[in-house]
């Protein structure tokens, strides 16, 4: 059984920073394209960033040069280091592996203003 595992959400002041972690269960995930989505309530899930198995790295707008996505040196899990957090960036994020399309569980940020 595939599973994604995330973990690292919270609550955190706005300006704080947050690191999001996730584990594939699976190796095939260390030659597959990763990333984080986002979902806010009552809306469709967002494309926050993706990181290829090569580590090339893809950003929303919303997030560039605030958010760094990154591969732990087991290739199947990825991080996501959110600096200067906004009160607009509270969602639920959520692990996606392309192999499979597979998805975590998702994890809470909140982030106070």
């Known amino acids: 059984q595939v599973q994604l595992v995330e973990s690292g959400g919270g609550l955190v002041q706005a300006g704080g920073s947050l690191r999001l972690s996730c584990a594939a269960s699976r190796t095939i995930f260390s030659i597959n394209t990763m990333g984080w989505y986002r979902q806010f309530p009552g809306k469709q899930r967002e494309l926050v960033a993706t990181i290829t198995s090569s580590g090339a790295t893809n950003y929303a707008d919303s997030v560039k040069g605030r958010f760094t996505i990154s591969r732990g040196n087991a290739k199947n899990t990825i991080y996501l280091q959110m600096n200067s957090l906004k009160p607009e960036d509270t969602a639920v994020y959520y692990c996606?592996?392309?192999?499979?399309?597979?998805w975590g569980q998702g994890t809470q940020v909140t982030v106070s203003s």
């Open positions: 996606w592996g392309s192999y499979g399309n597979y």
